[in-house]
């Protein structure tokens, strides 16, 4: 018997050191390039369970106990080792760092996004002090306010830091604006170092006309509204046509077409806001059409979320456009892509199913309509007979799609931080493994980055395992080397400064407070939670 990774795979790599025979690829870091998932080889695999034990995501299974909408990830497992046959990898030992005296070392973390938690956690790991900054009253970031409500699963990522952040030398301030409660040179009086991780929210514009009309927006926005998102909650978005259209075809496309698309049902058994639950409810979307300005093979979707659309309760998935046909040099998960992109081009429609609608080699050139969305004029591209992607001329072959919403996916980027230098063309503070660099090339002191702020807007969740622990490594080389000797405030003078500043800090406990009452009330309408949306609320909880 063989264990399986499937679909909620969140690639942070914490399997691959628990496995005994060495037997999960790919092993060349979190970033490796070609897959969104690792794998085990099931002709290694002695079945001893060390991988399940230690996946924060609950991603493995026996092949045995396999549900039926995750059967195909056997298959996809083994398709991985037969095109990369498995060789001895080196599995590096523990780091065995320089201990740190206590009260030597103290650093701020801004924000509590994956990131951030990743980059704490390794900081506590060494016997740093840390205090962890977050305007909103909750941390997590993405993790709870960007992962679809049906993934719970993948929501389960968190539980790896609770011990870590129990520890007494972790302290949180959560509701702890950066830049307006404290500035960056407060955190600097009373900390070693900062690392910021503070994203890359701001969503790309299309840079078409009629783009400003109601009833386009950002497919980011639409996310942290239906997850309760505080900055979103009071969005609203017009569901009574009986088709959508998302720009971009990314994992993000794939949560809002599905979201769309559920059952009432199945939404109530998430922890989806109820006020979306309820408008949801009520929507007449029966179409969602997805455009990809490039073909099937070039999909920023991953395997396990195209594969698990075709496990969606009344819905139809249809393919429009591009070459379908593998090959030779596609990677495993290109071509997993087209093969059940074909699968599904080859199912016979069901009457009165619900549809998604995968319109590739397709661009939007104009958002139509006179006091909001009516239309979507689109324009179709071209690959040339070398392969090569060829965008379409205005006056080339164009289409009209008739919708009152259009939500764009195609990236984010990140926005300046206040004190730091910024990079407007990749969205990112410039910096060298994690250390912040100014316009000469020269290393700021004290100053690192982290997440997609670092790195720009690729990789998973377990990405940021991988890239926390080179800055924190940055970081303590610094320390060692006595970069990071000076006398900073301690503790009790943060505490007072931000009493000066008039902050309402929640602490974990705090936040421990809010997540049991959320918990709670989820428990009595069986949903895994209930979500607290408004700020105010979150306050009084945490204060009890």
């Known amino acids: 018997m063989a264990y399986v990774i499937t679909q909620n795979c969140c690639k942070d790599a914490s399997c691959v050191a628990a496995c005994p025979v060495d037997c999960i690829r790919p092993t060349e870091g979190a970033d490796a390039p070609g897959t969104q998932m690792l794998f085990i080889d099931p002709e290694t695999c002695i079945d001893c369970g060390a991988c399940v034990d230690e996946c924060p995501v609950d991603a493995i299974y026996s092949e045995y106990d396999l549900p039926p909408e995750l059967e195909r990830f056997r298959e996809i497992n083994a398709a991985y080792f037969r095109r990369h046959p498995l060789e001895p990898g080196v599995i590096e030992p523990p780091s065995t760092r320089a201990p740190i005296a206590q009260g030597t070392l103290r650093v701020a973390v801004v924000g509590a996004g994956p ?266 591209n071209h690959i040339t007979a070398e392969g090569a992607f060829l965008a379409a001329s205005p006056d080339g072959d164009t289409d009209s799609i008739e919708t009152a919403l259009v939500l764009r996916s195609i990236g984010y980027t990140g926005s300046p931080v206040d004190g730091l230098p910024y990079d407007a063309r990749t969205g990112t503070v410039p910096n060298e493994r994690g250390r912040v660099i100014d316009d000469t090339g020269a290393a700021l002191p004290g100053v690192y980055v982290t997440g997609w702020i670092k790195r720009g807007p690729r990789g998973v969740i377990g990405t940021n395992r991988g890239c926390a622990a080179e800055t924190v490594a940055a970081l303590l080389a610094d320390f060692h080397s006595g970069a990071l000797s000076r006398e900073v405030a301690d503790r009790a003078a943060l505490r007072a400064r931000l009493a000066e500043r008039g902050a309402d800090a929640v602490g974990w406990p705090g936040w421990r407070a809010i997540d049991a009452a959320e918990r709670e009330r989820g428990a009595a309408a069986a949903r895994p939670r209930v979500k607290f949306f408004s700020v105010e609320e979150m306050l009084a909880v945490a204060r009890r």
């Open 115 to 380: 990131a951030a938690c990743y980059a704490a956690a390794e900081l506590l790991d060494s016997g740093v002090e840390v205090d962890l900054f977050e305007r909103l009253p909750t941390p997590f970031g993405l993790i709870r306010a960007g992962v679809a409500p049906d993934h719970q699963r993948t929501k389960s990522v968190v539980r790896i830091f609770d011990a870590a952040f129990a520890d007494n030398r972790f302290a949180c301030h959560l509701n702890v604006e950066i830049g307006r409660t404290l500035t960056h040179a407060d955190l600097l009086a009373h900390h070693h170092a900062v690392i910021y991780a503070v994203g890359a929210s701001a969503s790309r514009d299309l840079g078409i006309p009629g783009e400003r009309l109601p009833g386009h927006h950002a497919a980011a926005d639409f996310v942290g509204w239906y997850n309760g998102h505080p900055d979103h909650a009071a969005h609203r978005f017009d569901l009574s046509s009986r088709r959508a259209v998302i720009v971009g075809n990314g994992n993000v496309a794939l949560d809002v077409a599905r979201v769309l698309l559920m059952t009432p049902e199945d939404l109530a058994a998430t922890d989806i806001a109820e006020y979306a639950s309820e408008a949801l409810a009520h929507s007449r979307i029966e179409e969602v059409v997805v455009l990809g300005r490039r073909g099937p093979r070039d999909a920023a979707f991953s395997v396990g979320e195209f594969h698990a659309l075709g496990h969606l309760a009344g819905v139809d998935v249809i393919i429009e456009g591009g070459d379908l046909a593998a090959h030779q040099d596609d990677d495993v998960e290109t071509a997993l892509k087209l093969e059940i992109a074909r699968e599904f081009a080859a199912r016979p429609a069901t009457s009165g199913n619900k549809r998604i609608v995968f319109r590739f080699l397709t661009s939007p050139v104009e958002i139509v309509g006179g006091e909001r969305v009516e239309h979507v004029r689109t324009v179709r």
